[in-house]
T-cell receptor, first 116, second 113 residues
Framework: EADIYQTPRYLVIGTGKKITLECSQTMGHDKMYWYQQDPGMELHLIHYSYGVNSTEKGDLSSESTVSRIRTEHFPLTLESARPSHTSQYLC???????????????FGEGSRLTVL | SQQGEEDPQALSIQEGENATMNCSYKTSINNLQWYRQNSGRGLVHLILIRSNEREKHSGRLRVTLDTSKKSSSLLITASRAADTASYFCATNAGGTSYGKLTFGQGTILTVHP
């Protein structure tokens, strides 16, 4: 079992609300990622971070924002949620690259967001 | 455009049979990985194959990679009902940082007891 935790697992909110999805890992990994996954579909990278104070946008444009103030914590925020944001959000981390570690990801259980 | 595309989209077999899933990709890669996802859960890493490797085994899993055809296959031997899940291939494109992965659409595997 990977030591990466996401809360909440499920969230149902109304349009216009601000939400924060939490992601924490206890493995000391420097790299962290947020992927978005619609039901039965592939994952799309929306944000990533290579360390504290480092954040980059991923391949899929997203209205969400992220921060990385501590190594273990990588929260995702939506300032004003809309029904189009309804999806599953998966957080992942990976250890420093070496001969043994070449980029496999450790995933949390996901946060399923429904915006009414 | 989709980097990793999987085939078939869904596969239904009996316990004890082998399951083969295929993945195709478009650009050069550093490595290709396979992940498993149980319904409503996160993904679990299964196996990684580097671009200079052709075949890799892990327990009941066998992965092949053909970089000339830009394709990979995952074979699960002697399948069990507990293998029922979605399986995704993911590529780490050449020239990108390790850890940035592009995922395919996945194959839904159902193993009947």
């Amino acid at each position: 079992e990977a030591d990466i935790y996401q809360t909440p697992r499920y969230l149902v909110i109304g349009t216009g609300k601000k939400i924060t999805l939490e992601c924490s890992q206890t493995m000391g990994h420097d790299k962290m990622y947020w992927y978005q996954q619609d039901p039965g579909m592939e994952l799309h990278l929306i944000h990533y971070s290579y360390g504290v104070n480092s954040t980059e946008k991923g391949d899929l444009s997203s209205e969400s924002t992220v921060s990385r103030i501590r190594t273990e914590h990588f929260p995702l925020t939506l300032e004003s949620a809309r029904p189009s944001h309804t999806s599953q959000y998966l957080c992942a981390s990976s250890p420093p690259t070496s001969r043994q570690n070449t980029g496999e990801l450790f995933f949390g259980e996901g946060s399923r967001l429904t915006v009414l | 455009s989709q980097q990793g595309e999987e085939d078939p989209q869904a596969l239904s077999i009996q316990e004890g049979e082998n399951a083969t899933m295929n993945c195709s990709y478009k650009t050069s890669i550093n490595n290709l990985q396979w992940y498993r996802q149980n319904s409503g859960r996160g993904l679990v890493h299964l196996i990684l194959i580097r671009s200079n490797e052709r075949e890799k085994h892990s327990g009941r899993l066998r992965v092949t990679l053909d970089t000339s055809k830009k394709s990979s296959s995952l074979l699960i031997t002697a399948s069990r009902a507990a293998d029922t899940a979605s399986y995704f291939c993911a590529t780490n494109a050449g020239g990108t940082s390790y850890g940035k992965l592009t995922f395919g659409q996945g194959t839904i595997l159902t193993v009947h007891p």
